[in-house]
């Protein structure tokens, strides 16, 4: 088992910058592929990033390539999610989440454990 605890939300104004971190423990973190979905009011839960086990792929949402940044450190079974520019329709529960799966899946389907979630809130 692996147990996933996400802090670093908040509320903040468009254009501003947040860092999520996503802590975990348990089994051996460096063997899961590490993601970041995201749920907004009344629409589904939807991957927002993820991270190869190494931390040398990483991929994005459409929506947010060149304004958030995944990386993790394994050194210190932490994940996290930089995130720039910040606007309104980024309101959402964060959650991170950890795949046993092959590649980075983006398929909320294929990750195994997840954290609590984290509240962002951006206003205009």
């Known amino acids: 088992q692996v147990q996933l605890v996400d802090t670093g939300g908040g509320l903040l104004q468009a254009g501003g910058s947040l860092r999520l971190s996503c802590a975990a423990s348990?089994?051996?973190?460096?063997?899961?592929?590490m993601a970041w979905f995201r749920q907004a009011p009344g629409k589904e839960r939807e991957f927002v990033a993820g991270?190869?086990?190494?931390?040398?792929?990483?991929y994005y949402t459409d929506s947010v390539k060149g304004r958030f940044t995944i990386s993790r450190d394994n050194a210190k079974n932490t994940v996290y999610l930089q995130m720039n520019s910040l606007k309104p329709e980024d309101t959402a529960v964060y959650y991170c989440?950890?795949?046993?799966?092959?590649?980075?899946?983006?398929?909320?389907?294929?990750?195994?454990?997840w954290g609590q979630g984290t509240q962002v809130i951006v206003s205009s």
């Open positions: 989440a950890a795949s046993g799966r092959v590649g980075v899946p983006p398929s909320e389907y294929d990750y195994q454990h």
């Open positions: 991270i190869s086990w190494s931390g040398g792929s990483t």
């Open positions: 348990g089994r051996t973190f460096s063997n899961y592929a």
